[in-house]
C-alpha cells in the first residue's frame, strides 16, 4: 500500500512539461502547477501573441501572470522525496535529433514507443497507454515509431490511405477512386499487401535458396583451395624427388663415363707399355747383334770371317708387325661428341617440356565454370578503358640510352651515360624494358621521333648479351619495328612485312590470359597493323628499341 500510495502522489506532483518532479514549483491562476522554469520557457515563446495559455487546460490568461513559488507544493515535494519519491526521467529517455517524439508530451517531449497509423501521431510509454485501455483505441495500429506518418495521408483528400490501385501502382485514399482513380483497378491496402507479403516471401525463399546455394559453392572453393594447396605440395615434393634422381643419374652416368675412359686409358697405356718394352727388348737385341757383326767385319782373317759369318749375319724375325709403328695413337674425341650430343638433346627435351610444364602450372581447373570472355575492344576509347601507366627500368637501359620524363621518354646519345653496373641491363643493343610486368588486360602506346624504333613486349628472362638478346631476335620477345612509312614485325628471328598506314604513334593492346598480342597505328583513328595468337607462359615487359642517334621513344600518357 506504501508504495501505491508513493506512486500515486508522484504522478499528483509531476509537472506535465518536463514529466519530472515538480522544481520550484508554481501554480497558475486555473490551478495547475508547473516548474517555474518549465511554464517561463513555455510562456516566453507565447509573448508575441500577448495570449498566455496554461499547457493542459488551455485556459488564456491576459496579462501574463506574475508567478511565485507555492510554498505547500514545495513542502509537499520535500517531504515526498524523504519518503521515497523516484526521480525525473533520465535524460536517455528523452528524445534526440535522431528519434521519434512523442506528439503529445509538450515541452522537453519523450522518446515515442510506438506510432497510430490511425491517429497518424506517436506516443510515449505514457501517453499510449489509452490505446491499451480504451476500446475505441484497441483497434488502432500501433507501429514501430515512424518520422513519416504524413506519407500516408493523401494529399488531395487528407484522408488515410488505406487502398491500392494496381492501375497506377500507388497508394490512395477511399475517396480516390471517385476522382483520378476512377474505374482503376482498386483494392484495400491490407489485400495488396497480402499479395505483396507473398511475393516477398517468395523473393526471400530464392534469396535464401541462393545464399545456400553460394555457401555451398564458397565451402566448395574452399575444399579446391585446400586441395590446390595439397597438390601443389605434393607436386613440389615429387618434382624436387624426380629432380634428384635426374641429377643423380646424371651424377652415376658421369662418374660410369668418367670410369670407363680411365679403364680404357689404363688399357691403352698398359698395352702401350707392354709394347714399348718388347720394342725396347729388340732394339737391345738388334745392337748387341750390330756389335757382333761390327766386330766380324774387323776380322782380318779371311777363313775366320767365312767361318763365323753364317751365324751372326743371321736375323730373328721382328715380333711386331710394321703396321703397329704407324698405328696413330687413339684419343677420346669420340667420347666428348657423344656427351656433346647427349647434352643437346637433352636441352631440347628439356626446353620442350619446360614449356608444357609451365602451361600445365598455369591452368587451374575451379569447380565453377569461367567467365565469358569479355570481345575484344574496337575504338580507342574502349581500348583506353585498359590503359596503364608504364615506366622504364633504368636497371635495363643500354648505357648510350638517356632516361627522361619520370623515366617515360628514352633518347639514344653518341656518349655512354654512367649508369652502374647491373645484370639486367642490355649490353649490345639499344633497348630497356619496363619496370612493371604485364599480365590481364593492357593497353599502352609509345610516341616515336627522329629515326627507327622498335615496339617490343619481352619476358625477364631474355638474354641481355648477344645476338639473341635483341627484341624479336628469340623466342622470348614480340616487336613491331617502325621507321616512315614502313613496318616489320619478328619474333624467334622471322620477319614479317606490315602494309598499311603508319603514324608516329603505336598503340599496344595485350590480352595475357587470351594470348592476344595487337599493335594499331593511333591518329584520329586506330588501325590494327598485326596481331599475335599464342599463348604466353611468363609476365610480360613493355620494350623500347632506338635504331639511329637522336631519336626517341616515349610511353605516351594516354587522355
Known amino acids: 500500500m506504501a508504495k501505491k500510495r508513493v506512486k500515486l502522489d508522484l504522478e499528483n506532483f509531476s ?44 485556459k488564456t490568461f491576459t496579462p501574463r501572470p506574475v ?21 525525473a526521467p533520465a535524460d536517455h529517455c528523452y528524445a534526440g535529433p535522431e528519434d521519434v517524439a512523442c506528439d503529445f508530451c509538450s515541452g522537453r517531449k519523450l522518446k515515442a514507443i510506438k506510432s497510430c497509423l490511425f491517429c497518424l501521431a506517436s506516443y510515449c510509454k505514457k501517453h499510449l497507454q489509452p490505446h491499451y485501455d480504451v476500446a475505441p ?34 497508394s490512395i485514399c477511399y475517396l480516390c477512386p471517385v476522382d483520378e482513380h476512377k474505374g482503376h483497378d482498386t483494392v484495400s491496402a491490407a489485400a495488396e499487401r497480402t499479395e505483396r507479403q507473398r511475393e516477398l ?38 618434382s624436387e624427388k624426380i629432380f634428384t634422381e635426374l641429377i643423380r ?31 725396347e ?40 708387325s710394321p703396321s703397329i ?110 619496370r612493371e610486368s604485364l599480365t590481364g588486360r593492357c593497353y599502352w602506346e609509345v610516341e616515336m621521333r627522329g629515326g627507327g624504333a622498335d615496339v617490343a613486349v619481352a619476358y625477364k628472362n631474355i638474354s641481355r648479351a648477344g645476338d639473341e638478346g635483341g627484341f624479336g631476335f628469340n623466342d622470348k620477345s614480340w616487336a613491331l619495328y617502325c621507321y616512315q612509312n614502313h613496318c616489320e614485325f619478328w619474333y624467334n628471328n622471322m620477319e614479317t612485312s606490315i602494309s598499311g598506314p603508319q603514324s608516329s604513334r603505336v598503340g599496344v593492346y595485350l590480352d595475357h590470359r587470351a594470348g592476344i598480342l595487337s599493335f594499331y597505328s593511333v591518329s584520329e583513328t586506330m588501325t590494327l597493323l598485326h596481331r599475335v595468337q599464342t599463348t604466353f607462359t611468363q609476365p610480360l615487359y613493355a620494350g623500347v628499341r632506338i635504331w639511329e642517334s637522336g631519336a626517341t621513344a616515349e610511353f605516351y600518357k594516354v587522355k
Open 137 to 170: 483505441f484497441k483497434k488502432h495500429k500501433l507501429v514501430e515509431p515512424s518520422k513519416n506518418l504524413q506519407e500516408n495521408v493523401c494529399s488531395d483528400h487528407d484522408e488515410v490511405m488505406k487502398m491500392f490501385c494496381r492501375t497506377d501502382q500507388k
Open 325 to 434: 709403328n704407324i698405328r696413330p695413337l687413339r684419343h677420346f674425341e669420340d667420347v666428348t661428341a657423344a656427351v656433346s650430343e647427349l647434352r643437346d638433346k637433352l636441352q631440347d627435351i628439356l626446353r620442350e617440356k619446360w614449356t608444357n610444364m609451365s602451361l600445365r602450372v598455369t591452368v587451374v581447373d575451379l569447380l565453377l565454370p569461367e567467365p565469358e570472355p569479355e570481345p575484344e575492344p574496337k575504338s580507342r576509347a574502349d581500348f583506353l578503358k585498359y590503359s596503364c601507366e608504364l615506366t622504364l627500368d633504368p636497371n635495363t637501359a643500354n648505357t648510350y640510352l638517356l632516361l627522361s620524363e619520370g623515366n617515360r621518354k628514352v633518347k639514344l646519345l653518341k656518349q655512354p651515360q654512367s649508369y652502374s653496373s647491373h645484370p639486367d641491363r642490355f649490353r649490345e643493343w639499344f633497348q630497356v624494358l619496363s
Open 67 to 87: 508567478l511565485k513559488k507555492s510554498t505547500m507544493l514545495v513542502d509537499f515535494v520535500e517531504q515526498l522525496k524523504k519518503t521515497g519519491l523516484q526521480a
Open 201 to 238: 516471401e517468395g523473393s526471400r525463399q530464392q534469396i535464401q535458396q541462393r545464399i545456400q546455394d553460394r555457401e555451398k559453392d564458397v565451402k566448395l572453393l574452399q575444399q579446391e583451395v585446400e586441395a590446390i594447396h595439397q597438390s601443389a605440395d605434393k607436386t613440389v615434393e615429387d
Open 15 to 58: 509537472c506535465s512539461i518536463c514529466l519530472g518532479v515538480l522544481k520550484e514549483p508554481v501554480t497558475i491562476p486555473c490551478g495547475h502547477s508547473y516548474c517555474m522554469n518549465c511554464i517561463k520557457g513555455n510562456w516566453n515563446g507565447e509573448d508575441q501573441k500577448g495570449i498566455h495559455s496554461c499547457p493542459q487546460c488551455m
Open 281 to 320: 727388348q729388340e732394339i737391345t737385341e738388334l745392337k748387341r747383334k750390330d756389335a757382333e757383326l761390327k766386330q766380324l767385319s774387323h776380322t782380318e782373317d779371311h777363313s775366320q770371317f767365312l767361318l763365323n759369318y753364317p751365324s751372326v749375319s743371321a736375323l730373328s724375325e721382328s715380333t711386331h
Open 249 to 279: 643419374l646424371l651424377h652415376k652416368r658421369s662418374s660410369d663415363v668418367k670410369q670407363q675412359i680411365r679403364s680404357q686409358q689404363e688399357a691403352e697405356g698398359s698395352r702401350v707399355k707392354e709394347l714399348q718394352k718388347k720394342l
